[in-house]
């Protein structure tokens, strides 16, 4: 059984910095970070492949990185110049076979538990 566990969620200012961390990463086809904002669907942020290939939403681009350390089983997001409406509940996931895009929730096979971050203007 896979296990996911998020890190590094807290409170920022706008404009501000924060890394997750998602340990537990595993020889899959895909990690991504989703992330869902009090009343709204769950939106996919960042994914990766094994090869490395990344994505980003547009809504992100230029802001947010993905990567991840096979090393230490560990997979990051990197969240500069954040923006209030950026507050959401984020979410580490991995799906065993398939592509990464498009990120459909569904597609998705592991999740983790979730960590918040707040934004504040």
């Known amino acids: 059984q896979v296990r996911l566990v998020e890190s590094g969620g807290g409170s920022a200012q706008a404009g501000g910095s924060l890394r997750l961390s998602c340990v537990g990463t595993?020889?899959?086809?895909?990690m991504g970070w989703f992330r869902q904002a009090p009343g709204k669907e769950r939106e996919g942020v960042a994914s990766i492949n094994s090869l490395g290939t990344t994505t980003v939403a547009d809504s992100v681009k230029g802001r947010f990185t993905i990567s991840k350390d096979n090393a230490k089983n560990t997979l990051y997001l990197q969240m500069n110049n954040l923006k209030p409406e950026d507050t959401s509940i984020y979410y580490c996931a991995a799906r065993a076979y398939g592509l990464c895009t498009p990120m459909r929730e569904d597609d998705f096979h592991y999740w983790g538990q979730g960590t918040q971050v707040t934004v504040s203007s």
């Open positions: 595993y020889s899959s086809a895909c």
